[in-house]
């Protein structure tokens, strides 16, 4: 009907928690230390008090009964002279007794009628002892062993104990097993006493002063298996064992008569006949040899303590000058850090004693170190005065009683025989009375109420209540009843931890360590602790005393319905939010009761918590009436200077919380896990370690029920809206009804007070406007509100409480499933933080939250796994019933997904496995910000259902950032980059997908809740195939941030083609921006329509990360046929400038680049694309064309300048390497530097793009480079002078050039490459005449020298090839050249150009012959045989034979014309007119 009952809010709980840490802070604080009371108290006038008369008693007796007859008869037939000794082992809950050699044994705590003797041995028994046995020595039925010591004899006999089959009673059976080999001989000492320790350790104190060790073990060969080693007196005991006869040693001995062992300590003291007290060390560990540390004989008068000389108030005489020591015992830690041994004298003080030399609240006592510290003295720190005499249920506080006493008698005390622990004090008073007495000293636990959290001296003093009790006969011996085994194992698993506890000896028993619980004060342990019980052994009997709790006392107050009056004086004198703890605990049944609380007492103990006549109501801080209902343990000081009044709540809310964090105190801020076994250390989490819960299972169970009764006790009375629920059932606040809404923000920035975070509720109106007519200012709250604030802070603790249980019930199931093996697949970070996880952090917080929810998944794949144990279902009804805050529905939707998987995963039919994937998918899907996906999509990736893999998470990222916060740029960048890293930690899965279909190997997850499959092997299609899909699937999604991640990964995984291909709408758009320069913002290309000058934007630098992006732009636009936007994309890639080392693309990527723009340029011709084409009108064709020869001429330039620089360091003495015709006479230091200019210029070529101006000035004029300049001067169209000398003269240099490198040859070839380059022109490009005249100069000074052989046609035939076969050019430039006389005065030139001339004539022949063929020149010869064959004039074109046959007739004329002999003429002459006469007969070329 109300689902908002269970429902669990975080904020609450955390809130409350800090409440719960801030209470169980002053818990511990408000520990006083034993010292400290005892010093405090001796400034107190009334060290002791007295239970109220009209209370139910403090201390009465439950239980009497006689001694067993068997052992009366026996004890009166001995006649009342045998040797009779008695004692209690409450260890096996049995009293003893014995009468010379019989020993008999019967139950202290019921009459069952049974009391074996045992009779074994013939001398008397003088000392009895029992001691567990070591493991591995007896049979396991041995529990204990017990020690009969006779005057000649020392045995051990064997003690079984079993239990009833219910399991009600381990008590039930014991029996007393003989072990004959187990015998010594006492070598005649007299044992006067024996103590044992918790290891086994067997210690006899003899009459002769020494202390022995009684030793056993299994024997083997001539070992005995039980000897007696003499610890105390060295080497000469050992011979007078042999030697001496005990009867024949002389002198006066000082015999022990008790022996007690501090566990905790490891000490152990003696007491003699003569008072001294000796102190021996059993080593650090209690198992090291016995060593005598201190003796001290005059302890009495030692140190008279301040209340030593004073007399008791009524004394008519004074104390006895002489008293005795009349028992000793050991102070747990518990108690006191520094004292350490009690000595109870006959007159009723208590000397404290400590063992070590310094101490105090100024030294280590405090500390968690003192246990540790060796003993090395004995003195006396406090002594306490005696209790009062004749003490009564009537005493009022502080007074003393001498009711039947005459003023003649002696008003000390006469204590015979005494007791203590844990804080108790059991004398056996023997002045001079009527009747016996024992009065028992126990702390008052009203004055541990007061103590919280205070510095007061005087509240911190030790006050003892004093009660007594008539006794028949004399009392001989005391012990407490110790818990059952099972409850002592739940208390010690409870609060072994707790340091304040003591627990620090693991060998000791349970139930001993329970016990000690007892001395932190009935207030804080009797939720827990059931009321304190012992048994004393008199003369006459035995009776069973039970101390009775505050609780106890208020319980009995509510059965008989006690006046009003009495409940007040409760309250007042325990304070009210003590009692109203008690109230509570009583109304919800949290206490430990050996009786079930009746609903009368439940339902008047709810009452009295909710009526506030008792409890008070919530006010504020400094009202008049506050103090009438605050105590000092509500935290009130009137010396403190109030600037602000403060909501202070009832004591109902102090007595809520007293309640929790007494119940939370074992578990708060302690692990919930330890380590057991294992080598690691304490920072890091040893491999071979056991991970197991720190409480026991019956120690969970056992809180669980009393948090859960307490969560049900509140969760009842708010919907009976009973108290403060009632009252303010009907206010509402802001958020609704003030029992439902989660209130306001609660305060948690300022904790100067804890109160203070449940009490700020934001208000409606303005604080400072209204005020009364009275002109009184207005309070900060009213007094509904303060209600309200008190009821919504115990809401917020109920919530704390029902969450605690839940965590309790979960820890509670994994510790019965292992939790070793739960958390086995956990990584070491997970497995390191569960083993330091608090059970505060397992509560309140988020990480916490995270642990608990992936110990549940350990938890669901142990049921679910392929071997798992069950179902779902099985599991899941438990995990929703016991802790639904940590396994919610959505967590049940996941694991019902996962068992879908699991069935999926191993089913054979592909559509049952297509449905199973389907189904978990669905269920999945109305989940998606509670799935674990990062394992739940490996299983749907195993399965092949990447719908999943891609549609969960995408869900998911929506649901971890709902408002986007991750794209908005307001808010503050934490967390901004909080939420982006959650979208991301989604977005990664999908990408781990593309990634292993890629082929990369993932790292191993761990903490897997479900366990992999055999992945089948995938061939390369189908890989592709699922790579698509997910891109698909990716692309379909409307989360634009989530595209460009998936762009982005595809790019890093390299799936371009991919990418590319299915990309969406979106991706141009994404490319252009991820390209985009951060630092220069630059226009995008949006559509065809409007493309982008290259030219504007191509020199701006391009980062690394660019590129990719570029590259892929590119690709897509030559994908999608946008061939313009591509060669712009290109050119920018091609000229871009490198913005960071190492990052500068190669001269040859760089023409790839433009080679690309430019085919994607000539592609666009291809479109039908009316924009295009005018695009490629505009000139980008040529342009890009442009840049390409540019790039090309830059290319040669570098090739050149590394040749350059090889041949120079090749060859270090050559000069013609050296640019400007400089010469290497400089030496090598020159030419070195040459080499480093040209390769540093070579160099800058490699980095970025040169214009052709600064190609041509910076690069190929410096270094010579003609020809390249010549080529880059025609793709200028270089016309800057009218005449063309520049031209002319780079020609000239190029010729110089290479006639110097090879002579006409090497030039003939050069012009025929050159002039071929940048034939035709314009004319102005090839120089025919400066070139033909230049080269037949040197030809003739080459021939005449003798330097060079040229033939008549090489020249000839480089101008013609430089002209690519045209004649007519040559020929004019030879007619120029020989009609010029001026030009050519020497005989011999113009002769050398004749025959050049009758050589182009002969070519200009035989052109034309090879172009009527068909074939060329050299075809055309081959053809005729070598000449023109006879025949074939027919085929010549008769206009050309006139032409060839007029310049040859002309040039005979001038070859007669020169003044040459005719010897040197009459070659050239012949073969014009040979070649004139082939043409005009009937058989051309016949005579050529």
């Not at 051990?156 to 008590?171: A, I, N, Q």
């Not at 896990?673 to 071979?688: M, P, Q, V």
């Not at 630098?1101 to 046929?1121: D, H, M, N, T």
């Not at 011999?1388 to 035989?1406: K, T, Y």
Request: charged residues 25%; aromatic residues 6%; contains cysteine.
């Amino acid at each position: 009907m109300v689902a908002w009952e269970n429902e669990v809010v975080m904020r609450d709980v955390t809130n409350a928690g800090l409440v719960v840490s801030d209470r169980i802070g002053r818990e511990i604080a408000g520990h006083v230390d034993l010292e400290e009371a005892l010093e405090a108290s001796r400034y107190s006038s009334h060290p002791y008090t007295s239970h109220p008369r009209e209370w139910p008693p403090l201390v009465e007796v439950v239980d009497t009964w006689e001694l067993p007859p068997v052992l009366i008869e026996r004890y009166n037939s001995a006649g009342g002279e045998g040797t009779a000794l008695c004692g209690i082992f409450p260890e096996i809950r049995r009293a003893w007794a014995s009468v010379d050699n019989s020993l008999f044994l019967w139950r202290f705590d019921k009459c069952d009628g049974q009391c074996p003797e045992y009779s074994g041995e013939e001398q008397a028994i003088c000392a009895v002892g029992l001691t567990k046995a070591k493991p591995g020595i007896f049979v396991e039925a041995i529990q204990y062993l017990l020690v009969l010591a006779t005057p000649v004899e020392l045995i051990l006999v064997g003690v079984c104990c079993s239990g009833r089959s219910d399991e009600t009673d381990p008590y039930a059976e014991v029996s007393l097993q003989p072990l004959p080999e187990y015998t010594i001989s006492s070598d005649g000492v007299t044992m006067t006493c024996i103590t044992c320790t918790d290891r086994g350790h067997i210690f006899l104190a003899g009459r002769d002063g020494h202390i022995y060790e009684l030793q056993y073990t299994t024997g083997s060969g001539w070992q005995k298996r039980c000897r007696k080693v003499c610890l105390t007196a060295g080497l000469g005991s050992v011979i007078s064992r042999w030697v001496v006869p005990n009867v024949f040693k002389f002198g006066a001995m000082d015999a022990i008569v008790e022996m007690v062992v501090d566990s905790e300590r490891h000490v152990l003291y003696a007491r003699t006949e003569e008072m001294k007290i000796q102190v021996f060390s059993l080593g650090p560990n209690g198992d090291g040899p016995l060593k005598k540390v201190a003796e001290e004989r005059n302890l009495i008068t030692q140190r008279e303590s301040n209340y030593g000389g004073r007399q008791q108030a009524g004394s008519g005489a004074p104390r006895p000058t002489k008293s005795s020591i009349v028992c000793i015992s050991p102070i747990s830690t518990l108690e006191s850090k520094w004292l350490h041994l009690v000595a109870v004298l006959s007159d009723g003080r208590r000397m404290y004693l400590s063992t070590a030399p310094s101490g105090g609240n100024n030294s280590a006592v405090g500390g968690l170190g003192t246990n540790n510290r060796r003993p090395n003295c004995l003195k006396v720190v406090t002594t306490r005065p005696s209790p009062p005499i004749g003490v009564s249920g009537g005493i009022a506080f502080g007074a003393l009683s001498v009711v039947g006493r005459s003023q003649s008698d002696d008003l000390s005390l006469k204590i015979e025989s005494a007791y203590y622990s844990s804080g108790t004090a059991v004398l056996s008073d023997s002045s001079p009375s009527a009747v016996s007495s024992l009065l028992i000293v126990n702390r008052d636990p009203s004055t541990q109420s007061g103590s919280l959290g205070t510095g007061a001296r005087g509240s911190r003093a030790l006050r003892e209540s004093v009660s007594s009790l008539p006794v028949e006969g004399r009392m001989l011996f005391v012990a407490d009843v110790l818990p059952l085994p099972d409850a002592a194992t739940i208390v010690q698993s409870l609060y072994s931890e707790l340091e304040l506890c003591g627990f620090h000896n693991s060998w000791e028993a349970c139930e001993k360590t329970a016990t000690k619980l007892w001395a932190r004060g009935d207030l804080s342990t009797q939720h827990i602790l059931p009321r304190r019980k012992i048994v004393i052994f008199s003369t006459m009997g035995m009776m069973e005393v039970v101390f009775n709790r505050p609780i106890d006392i208020l319980r009995r107050l509510l059965e008989s319905n006690s006046p009003r009056s009495l409940l007040e004086d409760f309250v007042n004198r325990f304070g009210g939010g003590e009692a109203a703890a008690m109230c509570l605990m009583l109304a919800a049944r949290v206490m430990n009761t050996e009786t079930f609380i009746s609903n009368v007492v439940a339902d008047k103990a709810a009452e009295a918590f909710e009526d506030p006549r008792f409890v008070g109501i919530p006010q504020l801080e400094g009202s008049g009436a506050l103090s009438n209902n605050r105590t000092a343990a509500g935290g009130f000081s009137m010396g403190r200077v109030v600037q602000e009044a403060e909501p202070v709540f009832s004591m109902a809310h102090e007595g809520l919380c007293l309640c929790s964090s007494r119940l939370l105190l074992p578990l708060w801020e302690l692990p919930v896990f330890i380590i057991k076994g294992g080598s690691g250390s304490s920072d890091a989490i040893s491999e071979d370690g056991v991970i197991t819960c720190r409480l026991s299972v019956g120690a969970m169970r056992i809180l669980e029920d009393k948090i859960r009764s307490l969560e049900k006790f509140l969760r009842s009375r708010k919907n009976l809206r009973r108290g403060l629920y009632g009252r303010v059932a009907g206010l509402g606040d802001i958020t609704g009804s003030i029992l439902i809404g989660t209130g306001s923000d609660l305060v948690s920035g300022d904790r100067s007070t804890v109160r203070n975070l449940f009490g700020s509720y934001p208000r409606n109106g303005d604080s400072s406007e209204g005020g009364s007519s009275n002109k009184r200012q207005r309070l900060p709250y009213s007094p509904a509100e303060l209600a309200a604030m008190e009821v919504r802070a115990m809401e917020c603790i109920r919530q704390l409480l029902l969450r605690c249980g839940e965590a309790l019930f979960l820890l509670q199931l994994l510790s019965q499933h292992l939790v070793t093996r739960l958390i086995q697949s956990f990584d070491a970070n997970t497995r390191q933080a569960v083993a330091q996880l608090t059970f505060h952090q397992l509560v309140c917080s988020e990480e916490g939250d995270r642990l608990g929810t992936r110990l549940i998944s350990a938890l669901m794949e142990y049921y679910t796994g392929p071997d798992g144990r069950g179902t779902v279902d099985d599991i899941s009804n438990r995990l929703r019933d016991g802790c639904p805050s940590y396994y919610k529905e959505s967590d049940y939707k996941f694991y019902v997904a996962v068992e879908y998987l699991e069935r999926a995963a191993v089913t054979s039919d592909s559509e049952e496995r297509e449905n199973l994937a389907r189904e978990a998918f669905n269920n999945l899907s109305k989940i998606p910000e509670s799935a674990d996906l990062q394992t739940v999509c490996k299983r749907f990736e195993d399965l092949r259902f990447y719908e999943a893999v891609v549609r969960l998470p995408l869900q998911k990222a929506e649901a971890a950032d709902p408002a986007g916060d991750a794209f908005n740029e307001q808010i503050d960048a934490g967390t901004r980059e909080h939420a982006l890293s959650r979208r991301m930690q989604c977005y990664e899965i999908i990408t781990n997908a593309l990634r292993t279909l890629k082929g990369e190997t993932l790292r191993k997850e761990f903490g897997s809740p479900i366990r992999p499959v055999s992945q089948s092997v995938l061939d390369q299609s189908s890989r592709k195939k699922h790579i698509c899909q997910i891109i698909q699937l990716g692309v379909q999604s409307s989360y634009r941030f989530f595209h460009e991640y998936l762009y982005r990964a595809l790019i890093d995984l390299g799936l371009d083609d991919e990418l590319l291909e299915y990309g969406g709408p979106d991706l141009v758009q994404f490319l252009q921006d991820a390209g985009r320069d951060p630092s220069h913002e630059v226009r995008a290309v949006s559509s065809i329509g409007s493309p982008i000058s290259p030219v504007s934007q191509s020199r701006v630098p391009v980062a690394s990360y660019q590129i990719k992006y570029f590259e892929l732009l590119a690709r897509y636009y030559v994908l999608k046929r946008q061939h313009i936007l591509a060669a712009q994309i290109l050119v920018r890639l091609a000229e871009r400038r490198s913005t960071e080392a190492g990052d500068t693309p190669t001269i040859e990527q760089r023409r790839q680049y433009l080679s690309n723009a430019v085919l994607q340029a000539r592609s666009a011709t291809e479109t039908g694309n009316v924009s295009m084409r005018g695009a490629i009108d505009n000139g980008l064709l040529d342009l890009l064309e442009g840049k390409l020869t540019v790039l090309q001429f830059q290319m040669k330039i570098k090739e050149e300048l590394e040749a350059m620089a090889s041949r120079s360091e090749a060859s270090p003495m050559g000069s013609n390497s050296t640019p400007n015709g400089s010469s290497p006479d400089n030496g090598q230091s020159s030419d070195a530097s040459f080499v480093h200019a040209v390769r540093e210029k070579a160099k800058e070529l490699s980095v970025d793009l040169k214009t052709i101006t600064q190609l041509y000035n910076e690069y190929a004029v410096p270094f010579e480079l003609w020809e390249i300049c010549l080529e880059m001067l025609y793709f200028a169209s270089y016309s800057g002078d009218a005449d063309s000398s520049i031209v002319r003269e780079t020609w000239a240099r190029l010729i110089d050039q290479a006639l110097s490198r090879g002579g006409i040859a090497e030039a003939c070839a050069v012009l025929a490459r050159v002039g071929s380059h940048v034939y035709p022109g314009d004319g102005a490009m090839l120089p025919l005449d400066t070139l033909c005249l230049h080269l037949e100069k040197a030809a003739q000074e080459r021939v005449v020298s003798g330097a060079e052989h040229v033939g008549d046609e090489d020249i000839p035939r480089a101008l013609l090839a430089s002209c690519k076969g045209a004649i007519e050019p040559v020929l004019n430039t030879y007619d120029q050249l020989v009609s010029n006389g001026a030009i050519l005065p020497s005989p011999s030139l113009r002769l050398r150009i004749l025959r050049s001339v009758l050589a182009v004539l002969r070519e200009w022949a035989m052109s034309v012959f090879a172009q009527r063929m068909g074939t060329s020149t050299a075809g055309a010869s081959l053809i005729l045989g070598g000449p023109f064959s006879l025949g074939q004039t027919t085929v010549l074109n008769q206009g050309v034979r006139d032409k060839i046959t007029s310049a040859a007739n002309r040039y005979m004329t001038e070859v007669r014309r020169l003044p040459l002999t005719q010897s040197q003429t009459e070659a050239v002459y012949r073969g014009f007119r040979e070649l004139e006469e082939s043409l005009l007969s009937p058989f051309p070329f016949e005579r050529l």
